[in-house]
């Protein structure tokens, strides 16, 4: 149970930022004006189309290995917006899935790009594609796209590991203009050596919010930077409770979740009060006491129930 | 209500004796109901279908949210009964962990089908119409549909009660032997191979990225070479063997602080380690406003903009 493992303090954390979001979200749409700053890296979506545009050739899209989660979702909000721009200009596009259920949602998404602009006879079908859920498969069937189509932009958004390295280096060779961006932060050293533009961490959740200026979206960006500005401060109280505590003795130590009394010692880290805050440890003892009743119809052959 | 979700005690109506056929006529009738409930919702006009997904998706969230939010049975042993309300909805929740992951393991069975149909349609075509590429396609059929059959006819060897062991080569059908030549012999050699172009991937980018072009680029080169070389056993043991000559090795002091590993530990405990939990925070944020944005079904710019 997370009380146990991480404490109430934890979930109060998680709350205390659910609460942030939502409350700028409803500040946003009261219509208040919140200002967002300059994202390079978004700058350059529509100089990457126009530039596929003037070359006739493909505007290329990856969202990455992920399954269908938040990650996955944001990439396919950016690709719209990047569709409906190739669309407006009739730029073909690529967009490339390596999990059934994001081509699926991708698929639906940017046809519904393409209807909402009046330009549903544009939308050609192969053009969001599924190629393989194996990882290098998928790395070989976006390279092969992106030398034999010769993509004039690229766009590497979602969740990428090894195979990142594989698809910039590809698009490098073609000389295609590569926007990217990754949550795994191993892969975004090889995106800024590589590529010509890079969201690195939380700007890629703030691309929706600064394309769109949409309130709902700008007041969840002014949330997630409140979160921040906590995070910050807790990071820096912890710092100063830390080290001053650290500077005094400790004659208890924790051991199976018991205190005991030991030799006094001077503190580690792991007993000062803020680390139990965030990290409180169990009791089996106390856990031991929880006493209930046995089901009757239980037989301890059918293997019923769970256990933590 | 406890039960039913455990699928145990009493017998859930989607429980039948395996390989019964009245199994195999519930799977038939499910698969259908299923397929239908997709059909419908595809041809429902948005009206109808926004407030369906919507509400689809809030409660599929709220199971989650709840189960993180709700404290957990703590000491749960095989057969107990919940000691009270918050118990009991532990109890419930955990019960319910596994179906909840089978629903959404249906959903990903059912995409899969329309990816796959994607690859047969896109490919198939080229072929049909002698695309310059066809023959690549035709490979890339031919591949599905092997792979398919071998897979799982090689799997029905192995799931056999009776057959013999196939742990032992001698053992090995012609049905074996050609699985293992496409899975382990093809497509795993193929995967290494594209894994270790990365090598050479990574020596081009580094050096385009490691050019001195600005303060930044210097800066980034100049720390790469420190913790590039005091990866260097030969390198450290010369140059900290200095440090150790000018001061002695008796102990810690000042001088230690120019030791090349020293640097290198420095580096990556107070630059780059900070940076890393910076981008975590942001990114963890981030995918907690999107999920929240989703769940509440507030994240509907894509294509009313």
């Given at each position: 149970m997370q009380y146990g493992d991480t404490g109430w303090i934890g979930v109060t954390v998680t709350l205390l930022l659910v609460t942030f979001i939502l409350g700028n979200i409803f500040r946003a749409k009261k219509g208040k004006d919140l200002y967002i700053r300059r994202i390079a890296g978004l700058n350059a979506i529509d100089e990457a189309i126009g530039r596929a545009t003037e070359m006739g050739k493909p505007v290329l899209m990856v969202p990455g290995l992920?399954?269908?989660n938040a990650i996955s979702m944001q990439a396919l909000l950016i690709f719209a917006h990047v569709a409906r721009t190739a669309a407006k200009f009739g730029t073909p596009i690529r967009l490339c899935c390596a999990d059934a259920a994001v081509y699926t949602v991708a698929q639906e998404l940017i046809r519904d790009v393409y209807a909402s602009e009046g330009l549903?006879?544009?939308?050609?079908?192969?053009?969001v594609r599924f190629i393989s859920d194996r990882q290098f498969a998928f790395a070989g069937g976006v390279s092969g796209i992106i030398l034999r189509e010769q993509t004039a932009a690229a766009f590497f958004l979602g969740e990428f590991y090894a195979e990142s390295m594989i698809f910039a280096e590809t698009a490098n060779s073609v000389g295609a203009i590569q926007v990217a961006g990754s949550t795994e932060k191993t892969q975004t050293p090889f995106f800024i050596a590589a590529c010509d533009y890079v969201l690195i961490g939380d700007e890629f959740y703030a691309a929706s919010a600064y394309l769109n200026r949409e309130p709902v979206l700008v007041g969840s960006l002014i949330g997630q930077d409140w979160s921040k500005v906590a995070i910050m401060a807790t990071i820096l109280l912890g710092a100063l409770m830390n080290s001053i505590e650290m500077r005094g003795t400790t004659v208890f130590e924790r051991k199976d979740g018991v205190l005991q009394p030991i030799a006094e010692r001077p503190m580690k880290i792991a007993d000062t009060t803020f680390t139990h805050l965030f990290k409180p440890q169990r009791n089996p003892e106390e856990d031991a006491k929880i006493e209930r009743e046995k089901?009757?119809?239980?037989?301890?052959?059918?293997?019923e129930g769970g256990g933590e | 209500m406890n039960g039913f979700f455990a699928?145990?005690?009493?017998?859930?109506?989607f429980n039948a004796p395996n390989g019964s056929a009245e199994l195999w006529t519930r799977l038939v009738i499910a698969l259908l109901l299923g397929v239908a409930a997709v059909v419908a919702l595809m041809k429902a006009p948005v009206s109808v279908r926004k407030p369906v997904v919507a509400v689809s998706t809030f409660c599929a969230g709220l199971y989650w949210v709840v189960f993180f939010l709700w404290p957990r049975p703590v000491n749960r042993l095989p057969g107990d009964m919940p000691s009270g309300l918050v118990d009991g909805v532990g109890f419930w929740l955990e019960d319910a962990n596994p179906i909840v992951g089978n629903l959404s393991n249906v959903l990903s069975a059912f995409l899969l089908g329309l990816g796959i149909y994607s690859l047969l349609r896109i490919h198939g075509m080229r072929v049909i119409k002698g695309h310059k590429d066809a023959f690549f396609s035709a490979v890339l059929l031919l591949g599905i549909l092997a792979m398919g059959v071998f897979g799982y006819w090689d799997w029905l060897d192995k799931m056999s009660?009776?057959?013999?062991?196939?742990?032992?080569?001698?053992?090995?059908a012609f049905q074996n032997r050609v699985r293992d030549f496409l899975f382990d012999g093809l497509l795993q050699e193929m995967d290494a191979g594209m894994f270790s172009l990365i090598a050479f991937y990574i020596l081009s980018a580094a050096y385009r990225a490691f050019r001195i072009r600005s303060i930044e680029a210097t800066l980034l080169l100049a720390t790469a070479f420190i913790v590039m070389l005091s990866f260097m056993g030969l390198v450290t043991g010369l140059l900290d063997g200095v440090i150790d000559g000018i001061k002695g090795t008796a102990d810690p002091g000042f001088?230690?602080?120019?030791k090349l590993t020293e640097i290198a530990k420095w580096l990556r405990a107070t630059v780059e380690t900070p940076s890393l939990r910076g981008i975590d925070f942001g990114i963890g944020i981030g995918a907690l406003a999107m999920g929240l944005r989703l769940w509440l079904s507030l994240e509907k710019t894509a294509v009313s903009s």
């Open positions: 992920g399954a269908l549903a006879d544009r939308y050609d079908m192969d053009s089901d009757p119809k239980f037989d301890a052959g059918a293997g | 699928q145990v005690i009493p017998p859930s109506p009660p009776t057959g013999p062991s196939l742990a032992l080569e001698a053992n090995w001088l230690d602080n120019f």
